[in-house]
């Protein structure tokens, strides 16, 4: 775990830690710095779509946390959730993943 620790680190440094941060703050609608004004609302932004590839959907743990995630996502008008079952294929996964990012 330390190797991989490390190596992560190192691939994070290589890829621009603080542009990674950036990115990532923006993508949850934060702005660039934590004492930065706020951008604006999600809801009057773009909509915002969220793609979810289940490896399985046959454990209830995770039909839980699919209901969760789609009770939580009909709160905010402005998100699509679409949801998708791999049937154990990663193969089917990202083909999915895919899919739903070129709609």
Do not use: C, F
């Not at 991989?4 to 190192?10: L, S």
């Not at 004492?35 to 454990?59: F, I, K, Y």
């Amino acid at each position: 775990m330390d190797r991989v620790a490390a190596a992560w680190e190192r691939i994070t440094d290589d890829l621009r830690r603080h542009q990674q941060r950036t990115i990532y703050r923006a993508s949850m609608g934060l702005p660039p710095t934590p004492w930065a004004p706020r951008p604006q609302p999600l809801a009057e932004a773009a909509r915002v779509r969220l793609g979810l590839s289940q490896a399985t959907t046959t454990e209830p743990w995770r039909l839980l946390l699919n209901k969760a995630l789609r009770v939580e996502a009909d709160k905010h008008p402005h998100v699509q959730l679409l949801v998708r079952d791999g049937m154990d294929q990663v193969e089917r996964q990202v083909a999915e993943l895919s899919y739903t990012s070129s709609l």
